[in-house]
């Protein structure tokens, strides 16, 4: 258990829907990740935040957004779903916030189906 | 640019064989992680390479870091069923981005 908590585990909703993914990193993390897994792809990294603050965005689409509240936790919002977005989307958590050295810990993670 | 390319893809090996995988970057890491993501499970952190040329060791698991810093490896000796997974390599973009390399499968037969 990595101490990182992420819900829903499944998610399936219909194309043009909107969800929210919810995440609660490590206590005593103040970064925030989030990542998207695709069948059979790598991670792409989606956007960071650190203390409530946006501090780096991926490959994250417009359609997606996220935040970070006083209280650490961070939502993900998935609008105007489309097929393609079916996918593992997993958020991380670290005690830093830049890199080097900072071991990132993974949730165990969304499913979404979008169908 | 600042992506990591890792190599190779998929690894199919008998059980008992050794597995290498490799990770290269056209541009010089300040320093590399190594992630270990068992089928259905998350990613998990293995370790991190920082110096010129280091070698770290854990268990049946060698991990070296490149004198150049532009690359890395990950090898198993005497693989086991319980090495399944994907090995990412990881760096930083020297701010607050990171970058997971696509991965190496790993599928070990008994």
């Known amino acids: 258990d990595s101490g990182v908590t992420q819900t829903p585990k499944h998610l399936i909703t219909a194309t043009g829907q909107r969800v929210t993914l919810r995440c609660s990193p490590r206590?005593?993390?103040?970064?925030v990740y989030w990542y998207q897994q695709s069948l059979d792809q790598g991670l792409q990294f989606l956007i960071q935040?650190?203390?409530?603050?946006?501090?780096a965005k991926g490959n994250i689409l417009e359609r997606f957004s996220a935040q970070q509240f006083p209280d650490l936790h961070s939502e993900l919002n998935l609008s105007s779903l489309e097929l393609g977005d079916s996918a593992l989307y997993f958020c991380a958590s670290s005690v830093r916030e830049v890199w080097p050295g900072n071991t990132i810990y993974f949730g165990e993670g969304s499913w979404l189906t979008v169908v | 640019g600042q992506q990591v390319m890792q190599i190779p893809q998929y690894q199919h090996v008998q059980e008992g064989e050794d597995f290498t995988t490799y990770c290269n970057s056209s541009t010089t890491l300040s320093n590399i992680q190594w992630y270990k993501q068992r089928p259905g499970g998350h990613p998990v952190f293995l370790i991190q390479l920082v110096k010129s040329g280091e070698v770290k060791k854990q268990k049946r698991l060698t991990f070296q870091f490149g004198e150049a810093k532009k690359n890395s490896s990950l090898h198993i000796t005497a693989t086991q069923t319980t090495d399944v997974g994907t090995y990412f390599c990881?760096?930083?973009?020297?701010?607050?981005?990171?970058?997971f390399g696509a991965g190496t499968r790993l599928f070990v037969k008994a």
């Open positions: 206590s005593g993390d103040l970064s």
């Open positions: 990881v760096r930083g973009t020297g701010g607050f981005k990171t970058i």
């Open positions: 935040y650190y203390n409530g603050e946006e501090r």
